[in-house]
């Protein structure tokens, strides 16, 4: 913690940011589908860290989470 701020220790192992090809295969999509969605607005949130791409792991769990569209209760 050299800043003090506590990490969750999956936050620990997985680092702070990740790249397009980490969501990708997270998220078992190719990486173009990634680039095709922030570029309709749909994906996970993304970040410009000077000319790259990155994503913070938990905006990519909290937009997976919104992503379910029925009910699995019935």
């Given at each position: 913690?050299?800043?003090?701020?506590?990490?969750?220790?999956?936050?620990?192992?997985?680092?702070?940011?990740?790249?397009?090809?980490?969501?990708?295969?997270?998220?078992?999509v190719p990486v173009?589908?990634?680039?095709?969605?922030?570029y309709r607005g749909?994906?996970?949130?993304?970040?410009?860290?000077?000319?790259?791409?990155?994503?913070?792991?938990?905006?990519?769990?909290?937009w997976l989470d919104?992503?379910?569209?029925?009910?699995?209760?019935?």
């Amino acid at each position: 913690m050299p800043n003090g701020f506590p990490r969750s220790a999956t936050a620990a192992t997985r680092g702070p940011l990740a790249t397009p090809a980490e969501i990708a295969a997270y998220l078992g999509v190719p990486v173009k589908t990634l680039y095709q969605w922030k570029y309709r607005g749909i994906g996970p949130k993304v970040h410009k860290v000077g000319r790259h791409l990155r994503y913070r792991w938990r905006e990519v769990d909290t937009w997976l989470d919104q992503q379910t569209s029925y009910d699995l209760t019935a």
